[in-house]
């Protein structure tokens, strides 16, 4: 037997080299960033890099490099278009704050009032859950096996509202009272450290509270009142939603836990289609289908750094960015504020090299390594998206890199 989930084996990885081409970037200038870049790509084995700078309230540099597809030999473009993982949570917190704004949701009260079930943790049942909690990862809700396995090829066969009521509802078709909880109370500033408070489901929650509160399907929610007013037109949660064409594939790379699980149930390692078993070996590099899961306002939205771009825009310019009516200054300063908790909403605190701090999120997950923040100092911001896992220091190493260029892009 193997005692393995999907998520743990498709984020497992070995760290020797298998495969870099790299192939033409897209880059609006010669710039040296773009030399960078492509160096840390082989440096790393990573197959492609689309990468941006923001300054002002608008995008001034982008570029790709390496490769999106590389059977196809497809470049990676600052248009090519991938799923950035838990990046994809800001936009769900946007979403519950512009109800929070229009006075219909609560950050402080139960968010189980807003369901036909209770939203609790099982071990603590006195204890509330609230919307706050949930944004700032402070819920004791745990990522279960029923999350960690529920990765599939394609767009999510069961919906969202279906899934959490599964998930929390006692007797529920996802429903673990020992595995989907923590050891600790809701509100917890200190879990144990080996209890990590991160949710996934969490923001899966998060956004069928969107649903639930404004009548709209989430996807639904979010390119009426987030995507289309910021003109974010080559994006959306699901695959449906987009170009497939301008996609790029996802590369994992392959370990000897991933050989021994893709020969139980080839499958389970989301192969991309025409992708074989006898194809896998150690150390290589693996393209994934274009999968999902029904948690989906977790981690799915599929963008490309151009239009990404337009999201960061507008919170590096502190609210004020080129699209009102998204969010107010102040609610966006309470984002991005750790003095209650210790944590902001949603958004994290970084520090660069050179001591500037920044705030920003990361993603990854099979086939993904991205990273989008803004420095505070003066609002320079950098999206960075890997279309591969298992990337050692090269994401950071370039994040560091084009805020050094920064004024020279």
């Known amino acids: 037997m193997i005692n393995m989930d999907r998520r743990s084996f498709l984020m497992s990885s070995c760290l020797a080299g298998a495969y870099a081409v790299l192939g033409a970037g897209n880059a ?11 160096r840390t790509l082989r440096e790393f084995d990573v197959p492609g890099c689309a990468a941006a700078v923001v300054k002002g309230g608008r995008l001034v540099w982008s570029g790709g490099y390496g490769w999106a597809d590389i059977g196809k030999k497809v470049p990676m473009t600052s248009r090519t278009v991938m799923n950035i993982a838990s990046i994809s949570k800001t936009i769900t917190a946007t979403a519950v704050m512009q109800l929070w704004e229009a006075g219909r949701i ?17 071990k603590f049942p006195a204890e509330v859950i609230t919307v706050r909690q ?28 279906d899934w959490i009521e599964g998930y929390f509802r006692p007797g529920g078709a996802y429903h673990d009272a020992d595995d989907n909880f923590h050891d600790w109370p809701p509100g917890t500033l200190e879990p144990n450290v080996r209890s990590r408070g991160y ?34 037109n080559s994006t959306g949660w699901h695959i449906r939603e987009i170009e497939p064409d301008r996609h790029a594939v996802l590369y994992g790379k392959v370990s000897a836990e991933a050989l021994e699980m893709a020969r139980a149930s080839f499958q389970a390692v989301l192969p991309a289609p025409g992708y074989s078993l006898d194809r896998m070996s150690a ?30 825009s507008f919170y590096a310019a502190g609210g004020n960015g080129a699209a009102p009516g998204i969010l107010q200054d102040a609610t966006v300063q309470l984002m991005l504020s750790d003095a209650r908790d210790g944590r902001a909403l949603c958004w994290a605190r970084r520090t660069l090299e050179n001591g500037d701090l920044m705030w920003g999120h990361s993603g990854s997950d099979p086939g993904v390594n991205t990273y989008m923040g803004f420095r505070e100092k ?31 892009l």
């Open 28 to 38: 609006r200038s010669g710039h040296a960033a773009g030399s960078f870049i492509e």
């Open 106 to 122: 609560d950050l402080d009260s139960d968010v189980g009032d807003h369901f036909p079930f209770p939203v609790r943790n099982p």
């Open 283 to 312: 150390d290589a590099r693996m393209p994934h289908c274009l999968y999902s899961f029904p948690n989906y306002p977790d981690g799915l939205i599929r963008t490309s750094v151009e239009d990404l771009a337009l999201f960061l």
């Open 199 to 232: 949710s996934n489901v969490a923001y899966g929650l998060l956004g069928n509270l969107v649903e639930r509160v404004s009548g709209t399907d989430f996807s639904d929610y979010c390119k009426a009142n987030i995507l289309m007013p910021l003109g974010m």
């Open 134 to 161: 949930l944004l700032n990862h402070r819920s004791s809700i745990r990522d279960g096996g029923f999350y960690r396995n529920s990765y599939s090829c394609g767009d999510p066969v069961v919906g969202l509202t």
């Open 378 to 408: 003066d609002g320079v911001g950098v999206i960075v998206f890997l279309n591969a896992d298992s990337t050692g220091k090269a994401r950071n190493l370039i994040i560091e890199h084009l805020f050094r260029e920064a004024e020279a």
